[in-house]
T-cell receptor, first 114, second 114 residues
Framework: SAVISQKPSRDICQRGTSLTIQCQVDSQVTMMFWYRQQPGQSLTLIATANQGSEATYESGFVIDKFPISRPNLTFSTLTVSNMSPEDSSIYLC???????????FGPGTRLTVL | GENVEQHPSTLSVQEGDSAVIKCTYSDSASNYFPWYKQELGKRPQLIIDIRSNVGEKKDQRIAVTLNKTAKHFSLHITETQPEDSAVYFCAASIGYSSASKIIFGSGTRLSIRP
């Protein structure tokens, strides 16, 4: 499986500010996915990022709040904009495997908004 | 869109006994069903998956069954051990590659009693 890293691993931010999370993969992948996991909850898909095109957002998520970049086949960023305490969550990126349908997750970014 | 329901939300079993987690999905076009295990503070890890053209799949102490007609699938863990304690997520996906998005169930917190 691909080796996936995320930066930062955790951060504490003030409300009204923005944070950009980076996801780096050690191999080229077509799609990268961004998820949010609120405390004690399941994983909710935020958007799908394809290199060279606009990200596709799920219902309830908008580009102005969660802008995504996908400049190449190994890297993506997710920005959480104008943060509020409700944005406190773990944000994870995932990528597909090379041998089938499986997807693998990065280690996550734990965000706390005060 | 696809909706995945999972139950129970919590499950406690005696070490050595079996555990069963059940999920239903709404979209009959779903054709891939992975299961993830998430230990405290860690990323979700894929433990087993099944495709819609297969009714059952086993991997040592873990098995998954799929009933396409009823649109439900289950995870079976036999001879449970303390290291099986974790949160388990079922998921469903439509498509034909790892570029297809995955929708997760709400999770089951499994505790193994010594």
């Amino acid at each position: 499986s691909a080796v996936i890293s995320q930066k930062p691993s955790r951060d504490i931010c003030q409300r009204g500010t923005s944070l950009t999370i980076q996801c780096q993969v050690d191999s080229q992948v077509t799609m990268m996915f961004w998820y949010r996991q609120q405390p004690g909850q399941s994983l909710t898909l935020i958007a799908t990022a394809n290199q060279g095109s606009e990200a596709t957002y799920e219902s309830g998520f908008v580009i102005d709040k969660f802008p995504i970049s996908r400049p190449n086949l190994t890297f993506s960023t997710l920005t959480v904009s104008n943060m509020s305490p409700e944005d406190s969550s773990i944000y994870l990126c995932s990528v597909g495997g090379t041998s089938g349908r499986e997807q693998f997750f990065g280690p996550g970014t734990r965000l706390t908004v005060l | 869109g696809e909706n995945v329901e999972q139950h129970p939300s919590t499950l406690s079993v005696q070490e050595g006994d079996s555990a069963v987690i059940k999920c239903t999905y709404s979209d009959s076009a779903s054709n891939y069903f992975p299961w993830y295990k998430q230990e405290l503070g860690k990323r979700p890890q894929l433990i087993i998956d099944i495709r819609s053209n297969v009714g059952e799949k086993k991997d040592q102490r873990i098995a998954v069954t799929l009933n396409k007609t009823a649109k439900h699938f289950s995870l079976h863990i036999t001879e449970t051990q303390p290291e099986d304690s974790a949160v388990y997520f079922c998921a469903a996906s439509i498509g034909y590659s790892s570029a297809s998005k995955i929708i997760f169930g709400s999770g089951t917190r499994l505790s193994i009693r010594p």
